[in-house]
Nanobody, 123 residues
């Protein structure tokens, strides 16, 4: 069993930055692929960024060059550094973990979800 606890969300002006953290409990965190998903009001959940157990990363086109996902296996934590934020980045951001090689865009492969943290970007 694994619990994921997100932190770092908040209200920021367009062009600003936020850093989300996701602390994981349980064993063998290093073996999980981790991801950040987001869901805006009235929209479907989307995969924002993912990092494999080996450290390979992938990003949604809408955040490439602005967001960076990273992991610290010694701290059982995954991060999402968000720069040059836009109002369309607003939503609830969820941390996710899977024993599969990567996080699927559908979210069907996810074994564990965090409770979510709100990110609001004002124009």
């Amino acid at each position: 069993q694994r619990q994921l606890v997100e932190s770092g969300g908040g209200l920021v002006q367009a062009g600003g930055s936020l850093r989300l953290s996701c602390a994981a409990s349980g064993r063998d965190f290093r073996l999980n692929a981790m991801g950040w998903y987001r869901q805006a009001p009235g929209k479907q959940r989307e995969l924002v960024a993912t990092v494999t157990s080996g450290g390979s990363t992938n990003y949604a086109d809408s955040v490439k060059g602005r967001f960076t996902i990273s992991r610290d296996n010694a701290k059982n934590t995954v991060y999402l550094q968000m720069n040059s934020l836009k109002p369309e980045d607003t939503g609830v951001y969820y941390c996710a973990a899977t024993g599969n090689y990567y996080c699927q865009a559908s979210g069907l492969s996810i074994d564990y979800w965090g409770q979510g943290t709100q990110v609001t970007v004002s124009s």
